[in-house]
Structure formats: structure tokens, C-alpha cells
């Protein structure tokens, strides 16, 4: 374990937002958890890659780094393999361990900022595929009595970028590990999105393979949404809407080209990116932040723009969104 005062956090965060961390505290293995419990050091804050926080003011509470690695092969028979990852490993990294070794199932998750650990707190997704569709069990160890619990699928209550971990449990556990199973044969790609068939179809790709889905995936994102290294961004700052398909109806009349994916027979999904760039927000600045030129989902800072800058335009927003349409946009990202 390796603990730092008065850490300044830009590095630690994908909007490289500048704060300080009163306490800031590397955990390389679960030992180092229990070390942190015994000495009572509270309150605490996990950090992983740092993709899916808006931090808005320095931090008080002892932050804690997640390095976890590692990726074992704990189970394997003919056609599929499950494999152990430390919650600390950067998501893309173990997608394109899974890619060389020829294993299906997280491809079309390429590219995707942020750590492993917190892959299936969100349940992130792209593409037509979300990482529960592989995810087998993870392992937590509970903040306040240090046992240290399995969680399997059913448990962890998975939904649209949803789990127990962002409701019911919520800042109650650091999960360390993470188990997925992936195919090694009869591996069915999904291949339904739109922009993955078009970007084949460019590239004269007819029978694609794992990796060539990747390689497309990471065209399409690397197109579209801003790279953190250039432009300080969360990815999709909101998530998408779901209203009554009645409701939809409605604003069909007078916006007749908002889109819509079908969720159940009463339900729709509708693109936040739509709305936001129907109301004059794509690309729009003010001062060091903004609105994404190319993908109006994405809140970015140009520079040395602040946290509560941000913030004070998604609720700008919101407020916009619900005035215009009267939909309730909710973020994505977690404030801090
Ligand atoms: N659209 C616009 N204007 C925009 C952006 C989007 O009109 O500025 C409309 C278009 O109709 C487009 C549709 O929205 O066809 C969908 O856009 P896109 O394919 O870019 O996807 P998204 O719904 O904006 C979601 C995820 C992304 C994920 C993509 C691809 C959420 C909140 N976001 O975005 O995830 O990569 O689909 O599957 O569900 C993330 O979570 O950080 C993220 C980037």
C-alpha cells in the first residue's frame, strides 16, 4: 500500500479535472484493504480509472486507488474459458488480452476508458452488448465489517448502465475481482448495430472475425467520441431516456424526426444525444467546457476547466431538456 497527502487528482480522472486528495491511498491487493479497515481511515472514496466521475471540489475522504491486477485462467473445457481479473486492470487492456487469445464475447466493449472493477458497477456497454452478457461472479470486500463476499449475476441486479452497486449497495463495497467466461469456439458475434455492419461492409469485410469486430469498434469510437488523453470527457455524460411509447407519440407531432428504440411494447429508448443537439448544445463552449462537437451525449473540458463548471451545464441542461420535451435527464456519471 502506498499512501500520498495533498495528491492532486487531475491524472487519476478522464475529465483531468484539477483537486486534491487529503489522503490518497494505492491498494495493490486485497491485504492492503484490510490494513486500511483496521486503521479505521474514514471516509473512504474508491477510485478506479477514473472514466465515470465529475469531480467538482477537493476531496476530504481518504481516496482509494484501486491496482488490482492481474488475469488468470482459473476454469477452461472445449469451447469456453473463465478468467479472473483484478479489479484495478484497465477494461481495454483485458478486452485485448481476451482479443489475442482468440476469446469472443467482450469485442464489440473495445476501447471503452476505465478500469475493470468498474465495468460491472455501471454494466457498461456499446455496441449492441453489455458486459453482464459474459460477467460471471465478482468478489467485494464490505467497507464497514471487512468480509469479503462473492456476487453472482443474479445478485449483482443488472440494467441499463445498472447494478445493485450504484442502488442498494451503493459506496458500501470495493469489489477487487471480477470473473467473465468467455467463448474459445461457436462464438456468435453481435453484429446488429448499425455503424459495426456499415464500417464491415467499408473495409470489404464479409465474414468478420472476433478481432476484426474489435478493430471496427474501436474506428467507430475513435470517430465519434473524444480521446481523454486530448479532451478531458466522461463519454456519455447522461444516459438515454426511457419514456412511455404515449409520450413519444406526442412529441412525434411536433419533432418528427426524434428517433426511438423499442424497450417493451409501452416503453421507448430515446437518444439523450438527439435531444440535447435538437436544442442548439452540440458543440457548444463556454469558457474552458462544453458540449462535444461530434456527440452531444458528451460533457468535455477543453483545457483547465472545473468540475462545477460542468456540472452547473448538465443542469442547465436537464432543466432545457425536461422545459422542452418534458423528459428527465439523468447523469451517468457520478458527482463527486
Ligand atoms: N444522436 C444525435 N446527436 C448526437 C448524438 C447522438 O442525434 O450528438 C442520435 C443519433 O440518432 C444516433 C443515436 O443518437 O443514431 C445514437 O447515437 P450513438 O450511436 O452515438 O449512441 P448513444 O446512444 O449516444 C450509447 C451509449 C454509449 C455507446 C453507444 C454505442 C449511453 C448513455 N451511451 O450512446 O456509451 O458507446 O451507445 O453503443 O447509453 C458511455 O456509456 O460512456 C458510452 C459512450
Known amino acids: 500500500m502506498k499512501i500520498k497527502q495533498n495528491e492532486n487528482l487531475k491524472s487519476y480522472n478522464t475529465f483531468n479535472l484539477a483537486a486534491t486528495a487529503q489522503n490518497f491511498i494505492s491498494i495493490f491487493n486485497e491485504n492492503d484493504i484490510y490494513s ?26 481518504y481516496v482509494l486507488k484501486n491496482e488490482i491486477k492481474g488475469i488468470d485462467i482459473i476454469d477452461e473445457d472445449d469451447e469456453s474459458i473463465m478468467v479472473e481479473v483484478g479489479a ?92 467473465y467466461i468467455l467463448n474459445k469456439i461457436n ?51 447522461f444516459k438515454n431516456p426511457v419514456i412511455a411509447l404515449s409520450h413519444y407519440n406526442e412529441l412525434k407531432t411536433t419533432y418528427d424526426k426524434i428517433p426511438c428504440f423499442l424497450v417493451n411494447d409501452n416503453s421507448v429508448k430515446v437518444p439523450a444525444g438527439w435531444l440535447i443537439e435538437n436544442i442548439g448544445y452540440k458543440g457548444f463552449v463556454r469558457g474552458q467546457v462544453g458540449v462535444h462537437k461530434d456527440q452531444a451525449l458528451v460533457l468535455v473540458n477543453h483545457g483547465n476547466g472545473q468540475g462545477r463548471e460542468i456540472y452547473a451545464l448538465a443542469l442547465e441542461i436537464i432543466d432545457k431538456v425536461r422545459e422542452t420535451y418534458n423528459i428527465e435527464l439523468t447523469a451517468e456519471v457520478n458527482i463527486w
Open 187 to 237: 462464438h456468435k458475434l453481435n453484429l446488429d448495430y448499425g455503424a459495426i455492419k456499415e464500417m464491415l461492409a467499408l473495409n470489404h469485410i464479409v465474414t468478420p472475425t472476433i478481432k476484426d469486430v474489435s478493430d471496427v469498434v474501436i474506428k467507430i469510437r475513435q470517430s465519434k467520441l473524444p480521446d481523454p488523453q486530448i479532451i478531458g470527457n466522461a463519454g456519455s455524460f
Open 36 to 61: 486500511v479497515l483496521v486503521e479505521d481511515l474514514k471516509p473512504l472514496k474508491i477510485i478506479g480509472g477514473g472514466s465515470n466521475i465529475l469531480i467538482t471540489k477537493d476531496i476530504e475522504a
Open 88 to 179: 484495478g486492470e484497465q477494461w481495454h487492456n483485458f478486452v485485448m488480452w481476451c482479443i489475442s487469445h482468440r476469446l469472443g464475447g467482450l469485442e464489440n466493449l473495445s476501447l471503452i476508458p476505465g478500469s475493470v472493477g468498474a465495468a460491472p458497477m455501471q454494466n457498461i456497454g456499446a455496441y449492441g452488448v453489455e458486459q453482464e452478457s459474459c460477467f460471471h461472479s465478482l468478489t467485494a470486500i464490505h467497507l464497514e465489517s471487512g468480509i469479503r463476499s462473492t456476487f453472482f449475476k443474479h445478485q449483482c441486479k443488472f440494467g441499463y448502465r445498472e447494478s445493485i452497486f450504484k442502488n442498494e449497495v451503493k459506496d458500501q463495497y470495493i469489489i477487487t475481482k471480477v470473473k
